[in-house]
């Protein structure tokens, strides 16, 4: 079986890619709206910001082959969701939002080597 760590740099960042087109397209399904996709600032990088109701979502996007190096919730490390939180206050600074609330969310996309990706969104991880 192969591990996220045995693919190549460019191989995994077509993963990812590939993974943050799925997590967008399933979130505008559940009815969210795309803002901004792959935002960069001096303190990281967004996957997807995004806007539920009057809620500015930041979306963190995993995208797995197997689980052999921890789950995509895993990645997801206290230090991780803090610099989330930043990041997205400082989206909205950079673009005059003021949102009534801000919420955090992981997509965990799983893409095996057989058979179909499966997408599962973790809504509030803050």
């Known amino acids: 079986m192969t591990s996220d760590t045995d693919i190549s740099a460019g191989a995994r960042l077509a993963l990812?890619?590939?993974?943050?087109?799925?997590?967008?397209?399933?979130?505008?399904?559940?009815?969210?709206?795309v803002l901004d996709r792959n935002w960069r600032c001096d303190a990281g990088e967004l996957d997807l910001v995004l806007r539920?109701?009057?809620?500015?979502?930041?979306?963190?996007?995993?995208?797995?082959?197997?689980?052999?190096?921890?789950?995509?919730h895993e990645a997801v490390t206290p230090d991780k969701l803090a610099r989330l939180v930043r990041l997205a206050a400082a989206w909205a600074e950079a673009h005059d939002v003021r949102p009534t609330d801000t919420r955090i969310d992981l997509v965990a996309v799983h893409r095996p080597r057989r058979g179909p990706s499966t997408v599962e969104h973790v809504r509030g991880l803050i």
């Open 52 to 72: 539920d109701g009057d809620v500015l979502v930041a979306c963190e996007v995993k995208t797995r082959t197997s689980d052999v190096c921890g789950s995509p």
């Open 16 to 33: 990812g890619r590939y993974g943050e087109r799925l997590a967008a397209r399933h979130l505008t399904e559940q009815g969210l709206v």
